[in-house]
């Protein structure tokens, strides 16, 4: 049964569109994407895009959305064209903010890259290119296509192409990264003025090459440590503000579409694979589509977009709200926690006393929090402590 919300105001509201094909999967990659490449079915994948557009609208109930983003997969597999006709379906099916984000995420190698003049006209404002190292022989351990050459020319290009708005994606902690491999590749990024880095530590997740054949050279946990402690104060060093665990942007300009997810925010999402959570005043639902690409296509075609709705429940709706917010280096109120969840600042307070006893947690102001630099360093033990009973 729902769970009736008392919310004085719905959260922001953003749109994911999955488009997952790569020309092929990393090893360490867990994300749902399909190695294609040329051979991918674009024109009927992007047609159930549409389709599938019409329907989020619907779950949409005339908000406006904050920011879009277009992630894989590779993105910029597909052509301009085909990436503005989604934005134009977008902005003709939805309300935009007049300042919405639109996020395309695209690779640095010649086929990867796609045209990044013709992205900025088919109305993508926001470019996030996937470098992962500056080091060629890191790129090749990391199963990478692309070289250094092809991120500096990707970047320049996507510059000089009108994007003022560039996230570099860099990884650490990789094999055989010594501590000054891993500031030389933030050193590079930093030199090619991007405005928000993404650096965050390679890990062996399940289901991929490298969780079954893990490589070697890899850093222990107090290795990967000193890293991301180095690191970090080398950032703050070129001007980059930390906002969020593997989030830094040094012109205040932080993501919107990700703070949207971390602040306990709604999002539709059309695509295969593609997770949403909407809040309403019979409660806070989940929803997904299809994983599978041909399964997704054929089940749009069929009119049957996504599985059914499920209800996050109250103390899942904690542990969530504080599995994202935890994350966060700016921390949180009770009056967004309330806000976000239609529960009551008390819930929260009660289950923060653990935390706070052990120095995971410190007061920030009046009814606000934030983690401690020990709880950055443990963070899954301290989001362990608001899973539900």
């Not at 991007?194 to 893990?214: D, I």
């Not at 932080?254 to 306990?264: A, C, G, M, R």
């Not at 239609?342 to 009660?350: D, F, M, N, S, V």
Request: net charge negative.
């Amino acid at each position: 049964m729902a769970t009736k919300l008392k919310l004085p105001e719905l959260p922001p509201l953003s749109l994911y569109a999955h488009l997952p094909w790569c020309v092929r999967k990393c090893p360490y990659c867990d994300f749902n994407s399909h190695t294609a490449g040329e051979s991918a079915p674009r024109e009927r994948y992007l047609e159930a895009l549409l389709q599938d557009l019409a329907a989020e609208s619907k779950r949409a109930s005339g908000r406006e959305l904050v920011s879009v983003f277009l992630g894989g997969g590779t993105p910029s597999l597909f052509s301009p064209a085909q990436i503005g006709r989604l934005l134009d379906q977008v902005a003709a099916t939805f309300t935009l903010a007049s300042d919405v984000e639109i996020t395309m995420e695209a690779n640095p190698g010649t086929v990867e890259c796609g045209d990044p003049a013709g992205y900025k006209s088919a109305g993508v404002n926001r470019l996030s290119i996937g470098a992962q190292s500056f080091s060629d022989e890191s790129l090749r351990l990391l199963g990478r296509i692309h070289g250094v050459a092809d991120i500096e020319r990707a970047v320049t290009e996507a510059r000089h192409s009108g994007f003022d708005n560039i996230n570099i994606d860099i990884m650490y902690a990789l094999p055989g990264q010594s501590v000054s491999a891993a500031i030389y590749d933030i050193e590079q990024a930093a030199r090619l003025e991007a405005n928000h880095l993404s650096w965050y530590q390679l890990t062996l997740e399940p289901n991929t090459v490298f969780y079954a054949r893990p490589p070697p050279g890899m850093p222990d946990d107090e290795q990967g440590f000193e890293i991301q402690t180095h690191g970090q104060a080398r950032l703050a060093e070129l001007g980059f503000e930390q906002y969020e665990v593997s989030a830094y942007v040094r012109d205040a300009r932080p993501s919107v579409h990700n703070l949207n997810y971390w602040s306990f925010g709604d999002y539709l999402a059309v695509g295969a694979g593609a997770h949403a959570k909407i809040s309403d005043q019979s409660g806070v639902w989940r929803y997904a589509k299809a994983a599978n690409p041909q399964q997704y296509m054929v089940g749009i075609e069929a009119g049957e977009a996504e599985t059914e709705l499920a209800e996050v429940t109250a103390p899942a709706r904690l542990f969530e709200f504080m599995l994202n917010a935890s994350r966060l280096q700016r921390g949180f109120s009770a009056t967004q926690f309330a806000s976000r969840t239609g529960l009551t600042a008390e819930i929260l307070r009660e289950r923060l006393r653990r935390p706070i006893e052990k120095g995971l947690i410190e007061v920030a102001g009046a009814d606000s929090w934030r983690v401690t630099s020990l709880g950055q360093r443990f963070l899954n033990d301290l989001q362990a402590e608001f899973l539900p009973d």
